[in-house]
């Protein structure tokens, strides 16, 4: 038996076991021989299979039930006191309607298997930015993936001494029915409880459940910000400047945060450090400016167009150690996925554990998907060519330019500075975009996703723009704000940017833009790059093409203001007055030029 030194955790797991029921109770303590150890249970229980082991080493393959393959937000709620805390865009529920709902799905649930009791730190143990907490699962799943994407192990214990504050994680995969799934959070009490799925998000609580939900809901309290947003550097003549940058899920941060600079600008010398790919926790720094860090371990990537054109860095980072979920598996223990690298195999099995064949269509002709367009990797970050020296530095790294975009065919240009902090709060709260395959929806549909947060956001969004208000006060040397969109498209629906490595492009006009350098334009929604701003040289792309890419047309966004105004109207007294201000300075300025 081992003696744990914290004696209300001890108390939490002995009280979860009973309701549980279930055969074994065990403490994960992070050393590389459990990690074998508990594989190969892993294996012989038929959740993973190994791949392989020559092609791809140290690489598993793991396929979850149909029915539970993306983030599942309707089923998503905050469990605060208060209704209102939860605000209009969160799904709500009383605490106490929370956890009994949770108490009879989780009663005997884990019977006939064994409990995991998972202790974790987001972030380098020890950081002042860093957090603990402690996943219970019955899912062997949920371990591994827990192992790659958090630290693990004894260490944490060490670290939360006999009566540290944790996060408590409580996960079950129950039947796996979506009645019984159920992804709830306690602000109030520190606490999550995640029933009925063993999928990304829903399931690895670290992730979405405490880094952003709950850790917003912390952030504001403490005055710091937990953001769904990459870090990444960029380097040039020995000297790196640091960017984060908040997008939608599935629209772009794994593959701008492992950027490789395009040909054209090989002659610059650019160096791109990663540093992370989904979340960022931010703090002010001693020195007055706003400083990140990312406090996962590892990467949690969409895996359909990756391939070594689009993203080499994630390639190399998932050659070995990597858990592969729901992609197509060959039948020669090969993995393999849309708009991936090379052929497909001959045959294999589809995500959904179809026997699949290329070139195979459905019956209205389409072809059938061999991965799931969600389909992910899980590998640890330190395997990445491009992961930043830095990157565990518990200090985090000094933040020259936030970031903010979406999946927009049309309207919004290429790249736009906004004027200032609340003006930029602004165009962060009002970003849209394109639903994706991240989370049950419909894809493609225009909807609002504040700060990339709609999702994730643990409290009432209103609060949320007059905390980010707040801290733009509390910062004396803030970052500039920006406005990026990859996705702009033609008549035809062709991408008019290429995008991935290209981007580094507009990365280096807004780090112009940030030193007071790099010429621009000014518009009613801020400042474009002037013509000839932006360094195009060995891009073969049309003078009318990036004209498009940068118009901005004030008819079209006076149409996109009835939206804005539907959406704020939803938060009522919340909404922070600065942003109706905002609000109405942009229409008139947008007015001034309609009418000229
Ligand atoms: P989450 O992990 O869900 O939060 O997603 P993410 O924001 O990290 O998205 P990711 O980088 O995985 O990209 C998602 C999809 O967008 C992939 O299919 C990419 O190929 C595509 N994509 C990424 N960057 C670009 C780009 O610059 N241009 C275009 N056209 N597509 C891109
Ligand atoms: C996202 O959906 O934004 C992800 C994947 O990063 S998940 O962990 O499922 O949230
Ligand atoms: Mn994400």
Not at 38 to 46: H, N, S, V, Y
Not at 282 to 301: S, T, V
Not at 417 to 438: I, K, N, P, Q
Request: aromatic share 10%; proline share 6%.
């Amino acid at each position: 038996m081992k003696t744990i030194k914290h004696k209300e955790l001890e108390s939490w797991v002995n009280e979860t076991a009973k309701l549980g029921q279930p055969d074994h109770v065990y403490w994960v303590d992070g050393t590389p021989a459990e990690k074998d150890r508990l594989t190969k249970r892993a294996i012989a229980r038929g959740f993973v299979i190994p791949l392989d082991q020559e092609k791809y080493p140290g690489c598993y393959y793991s396929r979850s039930n149909i029915n539970d393959v993306a983030r599942t937000e309707h089923l998503t709620y905050i469990c605060s006191k208060n209704k209102e805390d939860a605000g209009p865009t969160n799904n709500w529920m009383s605490p106490d309607e929370g956890y009994a709902k949770s108490k009879e799905i989780l009663k005997g649930s884990m019977h006939g298997r064994t409990m995991y009791v998972i202790p974790f730190s987001m972030g380098p143990i020890g950081s002042p930015f860093s957090k603990i907490g402690v996943e219970i699962t019955d899912s062997l799943y949920v371990v591994l993936n827990m192992l790659i994407m958090t630290r693990v192990g004894d260490r944490v214990l060490e670290q939360l001494g006999t009566d540290g504050a944790y996060t408590k994680c409580l996960h079950t995969r129950a039947d796996l029915d979506v009645h019984h799934r159920f992804i709830l959070h306690f602000p109030e009490d520190n606490t999550i409880v995640s029933t009925g799925s063993a999928y990304g998000g829903n399931a690895l609580l670290g992730k979405k459940c405490l880094a952003l939900r709950i850790a917003s809901w912390q952030a504001r309290q403490e005055k710091w910000l937990a953001e769904h947003m990459l870090i990444l550097g960029v380097e040039k003549d020995g000297k790196t400047e640091y960017v984060v940058a908040a997008f939608p899920s599935a629209c772009g941060k794994t593959n701008l945060a492992m950027l490789i600079p395009p040909e054209g600008l090989k002659g610059k010398n650019y160096k791109i450090w990663t540093l992370g790919d989904d979340i960022a926790w931010l703090r002010k720094g001693r020195d007055g400016r706003l400083w990140a860090l990312n406090p996962e371990a590892g990467f949690f990537g969409v895996a359909p167009g990756t391939n070594s054109k689009t993203n080499p860095n994630a390639m190399k980072t998932m050659s070995k150690n990597t858990i592969f979920t729901n992609v197509l598996l060959g039948d020669d223990l090969s993995v393999w996925w849309e708009d991936g690298e090379g052929q497909p195999p001959a045959s294999g099995v589809a995500w959904d554990g179809t026997p699949w064949k290329p070139g195979m269509k459905d019956s209205s002709g389409k072809p059938v998907l061999g991965a799931h367009p969600n389909s992910r990797f899980t590998s640890p970050a330190n395997q990445c060519p491009s992961i930043a020296p830095n990157w565990e530095d518990p200090q985090g790294v000094p933040i020259s330019a936030v970031i903010f975009g979406g999946r927009r065919e049309r309207l919004a240009p290429l790249v736009f500075e906004s004027f200032d902090w609340a003006h930029g709060v602004y165009v962060g709260a009002t970003v849209a975009s394109e639903r994706t395959a991240a989370a049950d929806g419909k894809v493609g549909e225009v909807r609002r996703d504040p700060m990339a947060m709609i999702p994730f956001c643990g409290y009432n969004m209103g609060d949320y723009f007059g905390h980010w208000l707040e801290m733009g006060r509390e910062i004396p040397k803030p970052p500039k704000i920006f406005h990026v969109n990859w996705f702009r498209r033609d008549e035809n629906r062709k991408f008019l940017w290429p995008g991935y490595g290209e981007n580094l492009r507009v990365l280096e006009w807004i780090l112009a833009r940030c030193r007071g350098e790099g010429k621009a334009e000014k518009t009613p929604i801020g400042f474009v790059p002037a013509k000839d701003a932006l360094d195009l040289s060995g891009l073969n792309i049309s003078g009318s093409t990036v004209e498009k890419l940068l118009e901005v047309k004030p008819e079209d966004w006076v149409a996109e203001l009835d939206g804005v105004k539907a959406f704020f109207d939803k938060f009522g007294k919340t909404l922070p007055k600065e942003l109706w201000k905002q609000f109405e300075e942009l229409k008139s300025r947008l007015q001034s030029k309609v009418a000229a």
